[in-house]
């Protein structure tokens, strides 16, 4: 078992089209310890580097700047056979020649372990997996689902210090996709090795997960546990990307005093947040004429409850999600989400209050984004 740090890790990829060389940073000083027999999920946006750091780690990418330590160790030359970290890719990568049960053995096979041995491994991964009925089947044959779950296998039966899987689910139909999720989970429990697994779903990472590591154009945003994302967003960008429905963003607006108490106001008064003292001294250290307000769905509602402040609206539109339902209330043209029971109904045009929690009003600085809550 083994903690991985990655210090001020830096990819760029240096390439050469007629002639003209062009540079891309996959990879901007990263700085992440994944502890332990932790699961983390490496979440971001397709580009932003997921892959190049997990390659970086196994082994198949050598790093431009930066150290790589595994059990403590600086890995940076050591060859992938090294490391004993495993990886699943999204392309499966696949012997195609091979059956799913030769596939499976082989790197076992490689390491001198006994046929009898390797039989008995590769039949339980596979009842793991659900892929039993596969195993004499030639991996070329397959499905992309069951060519993933072979990927993944064949990564996990090595029983590696380190797991690192990209995107192992992506061509599984959603069912699968959440049987395979929790075999995953249980996997890790078994083994109590280091996980990362690189998704673009963040439901899929939330769930997973002991923490997850957010990054954007190849950079670090933030790395925490789910209510760190939630209530504690580093930046617009995380709070922006993790959170279902997604949370109300007030570009352009300002802070405002009022008989002692500070406000923060939507562009033209559509909206008016009321905020909690504390916020006074994290405001008052600098000038904020201009702020991006953040409320999360969950925290407004249509009931009024004690602590919670009132907003006025009309009732837009109201989409019946299942177990809540996902209502737009307009004022002056200006939306707002929140989240409705079920049952809810009211004609569209009709007046309507809303009661939001003032504690978790965000702010983030209009310069650079960033959680003036958390500064
Ligand atoms: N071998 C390569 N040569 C040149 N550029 C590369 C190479 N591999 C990746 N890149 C570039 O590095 C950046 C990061 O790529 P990477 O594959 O790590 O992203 P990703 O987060 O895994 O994306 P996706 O979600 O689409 O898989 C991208 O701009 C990509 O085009
Ligand atoms: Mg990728």
Same mark, same amino acid.
């Given at each position: 078992?083994?903690?991985? #740090? ?203 997960? /002991? ?26 960008? #995380? ?49 904020? /004429? ?24 009309? #009732? ?60």
């Amino acid at each position: 078992m083994a903690e991985v #740090v990655l210090r001020n890790v830096k990819k760029i990829y240096s390439t050469k089209k007629k002639r003209k060389r062009t540079e891309v940073i996959a990879v901007k000083n990263l700085n992440l310890t994944i502890q332990d027999g932790e699961f983390l999920a490496l979440l971001g946006p397709s580009g932003c580097g997921k892959t190049t750091t997990l390659r970086m780690i196994v082994g198949l990418e050598t790093i431009t700047e930066g150290q790589i330590l595994i059990g403590g160790k600086v890995v940076n030359t050591w060859t992938p056979a090294q490391r004993n970290v495993a990886m699943a890719f999204e392309t499966y990568a696949l012997y195609s020649h091979l059956s799913v049960r030769d596939n499976l053995g082989l790197c076992l096979k490689a390491k001198g372990v006994a046929a009898e041995e390797i039989k008995g491994q590769v039949e339980q991964i596979a009842e793991v997996l659900r892929i039993t009925d596969i195993l004499e089947a030639r991996s070329s044959g397959l499905s992309g689902g069951q060519q993933q779950r072979v990927s993944l296998g064949r990564a996990l039966i090595r029983n590696p210090s380190v797991s690192l899987l990209d995107e192992p689910l992506s061509h599984l139909d959603a069912s699968l996709r959440l049987e395979t999720r929790i075999e995953i989970k249980r996997i890790h429990q078994r083994l109590k090795g280091t996980f990362v697994f690189v998704t673009h779903d963040q439901m899929e990472a939330l769930a997973l997960s /002991d923490r997850v590591a957010v990054m954007n154009f190849a950079e670090l945003q933030q790395v925490g546990t789910r209510s760190d994302l939630y209530d504690r967003p580093a930046n617009v960008f #995380v709070a922006d990307f993790v959170g279902e429905p997604p949370i109300n963003l007030f570009p352009d607006s300002a802070i405002q005093s009022h008989r002692g108490e500070l406000f923060a106001v939507t562009p033209r008064r559509e909206f008016k947040f009321a905020l909690p003292p504390e916020i006074k001294a994290k405001l008052e250290s600098k000038t904020k /004429d201009s702020v991006t307000i953040g409320m999360r769905p969950q925290y407004i509602n249509v009931q009024a409850a004690e602590g919670r402040e009132p907003l006025a609206g009309n #009732v837009s539109v109201f989409e019946f999600l299942g177990e809540t339902g996902n209502l737009t209330v307009t004022n002056e043209g200006l939306d707002i989400n929140v989240l409705a029971p079920p049952d809810f109904h009211a004609p569209v045009g009709e007046p309507i209050e809303l009661y939001y929690h003032p504690g978790k009003v965000l702010l983030f600085d209009a310069e650079n984004g960033k959680n003036i809550n958390c500064e």
